[in-house]
């Protein structure tokens, strides 16, 4: 079992895992954390992927979706600071397809 102190990821990232959770899905099986140097994703199979999204975002954001659009996966951002307050609503939204980060 992952505990926080053991999760390869941001607070916020270990947020947006335990939202997840709580609403259900289970690591490993519903979903897979994904770390990256740009940015860990949380891909939910067969074709969603949540990222958090940094008040510092370094404008990749676009590319990032267009390219997993090609593959046919929705890429759904998340704003860092939402994650910090009721998560669970966020990631209920997120997960219903609507992206409400402003933008890449």
Excluded at 37 to 56: E, I, W
Aim: charged share 20%; proline share 5%; net charge neutral.
């Amino acid at each position: 079992m992952t505990t926080q102190a053991t999760f390869p990821g941001t607070q916020a990232e270990w947020n947006l895992n335990q939202a997840l959770t709580r609403l259900g899905k289970t690591a490993g099986r519903d979903f897979f954390f994904i770390p990256s140097v740009t940015g860990a994703m949380f891909f939910l199979p067969p074709d969603l992927a949540l990222q958090v999204k940094s008040p510092v975002a370094d404008g990749t954001g676009k590319v990032k979706k267009t390219q997993l659009a090609g593959q046919g996966i929705t890429l759904i951002f998340i704003d860092e600071n939402r994650l910090y307050g009721d998560a669970r609503t966020v990631v209920e939204s997120a997960l219903a397809r609507r992206d409400e980060s402003g933008g890449a």
